[in-house]
């Protein structure tokens, strides 16, 4: 399994972004998929993620700003960000999960892409 992270750039704040994931996922559709950001030397915070049947899990920092969304077609879960903030500055990481108790949980998922860095300026 193999994630790749991509989008990820230097906005101006009030801006947009959106990131993209590409799974190399035989069953892509039977995993839950998320995003998370850490800053350096802080944990891997949660973000947003979708289950396999679509639904939708936010962060409160990013509800209303951010959209996570999946196509299975393409093997591909996007993450728009919109109204981005200095705050929002930071390395964001997708990963995937099967199974599992938590969609917010670090620790519950089981492949992680190498991260994409977002830098919002004020």
């Known amino acids: 399994v193999q994630l790749q992270a991509s989008g990820g750039g230097l906005v101006q704040a009030g801006g947009s972004l959106r990131l993209s994931c590409a799974a190399s996922?035989?069953?892509?559709?039977?995993?839950?998929m998320g995003w998370f950001r850490q800053a350096p030397g802080k944990e891997r915070d949660f973000v947003a993620a979708?289950?396999?049947?679509?639904?939708?899990y936010y962060a409160d920092s990013v509800k209303g700003r951010f959209t996570i969304s999946r196509d299975n077609a393409k093997n591909m879960v996007y993450l728009q960000m919109n109204s981005l903030k200095p705050e929002d500055t930071d390395v964001y990481y997708c990963?995937?999960?099967?199974?599992?108790?938590?969609?917010?949980?670090?620790?519950?998922?089981?492949?992680w892409g190498q991260g994409t860095l977002v830098t919002v300026s004020s």
């Open positions: 990963a995937a999960m099967i199974g599992g108790s938590s969609y917010t949980k670090a620790f519950d998922y089981d492949y």
């Open positions: 996922i035989r069953t892509f559709n039977s995993y839950s």
């Open positions: 979708i289950s396999w049947s679509g639904r939708t």
